[in-house]
């Protein structure tokens, strides 16, 4: 019997195999959204640690005086390399939340503190 056509290398069983994943990858993609896909992808690898990019982003804040940014925007900061074993990770954290309750992180803004705690006046049109 001739069987030429009957054998397939190895390389075209692993060129089929990597289309599969990148198939999967894409069909992930779509279904959960891209940012959940990158955001796991992250995740699986521990992530980056981004605690002193987060200060400065709220020191900046503190020195342009931008209230909303200091006491309102949420960021999600990245502690160690725990991944999601570590609730600090998961959690979203105010520029203000993060000086009340981790000040080992060296913010201090003490004119936004103040005004975080104030209520915020909101006007009404006839």
Request: contains cysteine; aromatic residues 8%.
């Amino acid at each position: 019997m001739n069987k030429k056509g009957a054998e397939m290398t190895i390389g075209t069983i692993i060129i089929i195999i990597l289309a599969l994943v990148v198939l999967a990858v894409i069909i992930y993609g779509f279904t959960t959204g891209w940012n959940n896909l990158w955001e796991n992808i992250k995740n699986f690898g521990g992530g980056k640690v981004n605690v002193a990019s987060v200060v400065n982003a709220c020191q900046v804040a503190c020195v342009s005086s931008s209230q909303y940014d200091y006491c309102t925007l949420t960021r999600k900061v990245t502690f160690d390399d725990s991944g999601a074993k570590n609730p600090d990770n998961t959690n979203p954290w105010t520029c203000k939340k993060l000086q009340d309750e981790k000040p080992n992180v060296g913010i201090s803004c003490p004119a936004l503190s103040v005004a975080c705690t104030e209520t915020p006046i909101t006007t009404t049109t006839p």
